[in-house]
Nanobody, 118 residues
Framework: QVQVAESGGGLVQPGGSLRLSCAASGSIFTPRTMAWYRQAPGKQRELVARIFSGGSTDYADSVKGRFTISRDNAKNMVYLQMNSLKPEDTAVYYC????????????WGQGTQVTVSS
């Protein structure tokens, strides 16, 4: 059974940095797409960044140039380095992984809170 767990959220001042980590345990094969989504209060969940098994990446326009997604296939982990954080980045951040246990399927983590405030 695949389990997805995020870590690294917290409170940071505007302009600061945070690094989120996500571990996908139990996948028989290297996960395909790995991504970060976020959901702010009263808003829909949105894609922040994703990285494919070959290493190509995709970012939301709102985070381009500030956030960097990366992955470690040997550890089945994905990271999100967030720099120049803004109050509007405040949200619960969710890790999303396409992984294989009995078949390829979507898996979500429980989420980690990121709050950007002075």
């Amino acid at each position: 059974q695949v389990q997805v767990a995020e870590s690294g959220g917290g409170l940071v001042q505007p302009g600061g940095s945070l690094r989120l980590s996500c571990a996908a345990s139990g996948s028989i094969f290297t996960p395909r797409t790995m991504a970060w989504y976020r959901q702010a209060p009263g808003k829909q969940r949105e894609l922040v960044a994703r990285i494919f098994s070959g290493g190509s990446t995709d970012y939301a326009d709102s985070v381009k140039g500030r956030f960097t997604i990366s992955r470690d296939n040997a550890k089945n982990m994905v990271y999100l380095q967030m720099n120049s954080l803004k109050p509007e980045d405040t949200a619960v951040y969710y890790c999303y992984v396409v992984a294989y246990d009995t078949r390829w399927r979507d898996h979500w983590g429980q989420g980690t809170q990121v709050t950007v405030s002075s």
